[in-house]
């Protein structure tokens, strides 16, 4: 008879928790989508793209919204319920037919496990598919309205900031006035002017800048008089996919698999630490130099400089702003999706002691604490990318400090009773 009523209460507990959780994942997804989907589909559809495109430009765009919101509407949902139950006594009835606070938690965690999973699934597994779905999707519409992403008489950046495009205005799917602004790969500024030009696919996954007449000027930046000019009929000037993917859906380690960003980690660790072995038997070259020179008594001035810029330049590879936000984004993987456990511990312990009001009470602290946890995240993150702090804590210390609000409240529980 207990095993039978033990497994009435988990099936209750745990429709009530997927019931809750139901309601507040709709309304976290809405907030969501309409932070992240909706202006972007706004601009899409001002410039005349077809309705279906968008739309499947929202689908592919999915997955992002699932994974964040369903963390959060775990919070929430398991603090409505509980709360609920304790304000119409159900938590007392529980325990006074000889039940312990385990058959409340067990439901709970069982629920957070699952919820987990999926929203690392829909993290892992959906979100880098989407993002490639996006991208080919994305080119394509590029081609029939360039305007989306070259946009009348603007000024865009590319390649981090090395190459820069100037465009007059856009009239279909011809560019008026381009003007392209780079590096060659000996180090010269060029210069690329042309009165008509348009997007094409040059294959081989290279998006191309057709140029009608163009005039193209390339000198050396130190010797301003030495200088080459031409101009041709037509000219296509290749710009690799991602430069213009990047400006609406951009590709890095926040839409790969946790198996991708661990390879890219890798492979980062080895160049660096290759980087740092060369570094090191300069600076040693150069300190045994400098020796040379002081015991010599030569001039050291040169020597001394060569070394203090090859000591900074350690320091600074040591600071890698790139591997630490591969890192970061890792663990941020993990700790975001089974972060559902952590909230559901601490949900039930924060429910139980909900006296009144129950689930509007609830609703007020999940959201409050799921925007206290998304700050410390944010901060997290701003430390291990500027501080150098240690990119497992950055990410994993909300969920540690959560886990630790909610055992010490259930403690305070149970030695008040």
Not at 95 to 115: C, D, N, Q
């Amino acid at each position: 008879m207990r095993s039978a009523h033990s497994k009435t209460i988990f099936f209750y507990i745990a429709k009530e928790i997927l019931f809750a959780f139901f309601v507040c994942f709709l309304f976290f997804f809405f907030v969501f989508f309409v932070n992240q989907i909706l202006l972007m589909a706004e601009r899409i559809l001002s410039l005349r793209v077809p309705l279906g495109q968008v739309v499947m430009l929202i689908f592919y765009s999915l997955p992002l919204i699932i994974a964040l919101a369903f963390p959060f509407a775990c919070l929430t949902g398991t603090l409505m319920t509980i709360g609920r139950f304790t304000s119409d006594n159900e938590i007392l009835v529980v325990l006074s037919s000889g039940f312990s606070y385990r058959s409340i938690f067990f439901p709970a965690l069982s629920v957070g496990l699952l919820i987990s999973l999926f929203s690392f699934f829909a993290n892992d597994i959906l979100l880098p598919s989407g993002t490639i779905q996006f991208n080919r999707l994305w080119r394509r519409i590029l081609f029939s309205s360039p305007a989306l992403e070259l946009e009348a008489n603007s000024i865009k950046h590319f390649r981090d900031k090395s190459v820069i495009i100037v465009t007059g205005p856009v009239i279909n799917r011809t560019i008026r006035d381009i003007l392209i602004l780079d590096r060659t790969k000996d180090g010269e500024r060029r210069m690329i002017l042309a009165g008509e030009a348009g997007l094409v696919d040059s294959g081989g996954g290279r998006i191309g800048i057709s140029l009608k007449d163009p005039f193209v000027h390339s000198g050396k930046e130190n010797q301003r008089t030495n200088y080459d000019y031409a101009s041709a009929g037509s000219l296509n000037y290749f710009v690799s996919p991602n430069d213009f993917v990047q400006a609406a859906y951009p590709i890095g380690p926040k839409e790969m698999s946790s198996v991708d960003v661990w390879r890219e980690i890798r492979k980062k660790e080895t160049a660096l630490a290759e980087n740092l072995e060369n570094e090191y038997r300069r600076i040693t070259s150069d300190a045994l130099a400098l020796e040379k020179a002081m015991r010599e008594g030569g001039r050291t001035g040169v020597l001394a400089s060569d070394w203090e810029y090859a000591v900074s330049s350690i320091r600074e590879q040591e600071r890698d702003r790139s591997l630490s936000m591969y890192r970061l984004e890792f663990y941020k993987k993990f700790s975001i999706p089974f972060g559902a456990l952590s909230f559901v511990l601490a949900a039930v312990s924060i429910g139980i002691r909900a006296n009144k009001g129950g689930q509007t009470v609830g609703f007020i602290t999940g959201v409050c604490m799921s925007a206290l946890y998304w700050a410390m995240l944010l901060i997290g993150q701003d430390l291990g990318t500027r501080l150098d702090f240690s990119s497992f804590w950055a990410m994993w210390f909300p969920n540690f400090l959560v886990i630790g609000a909610g055992i010490v409240l259930l403690l305070i529980r149970s030695y008040s009773r």
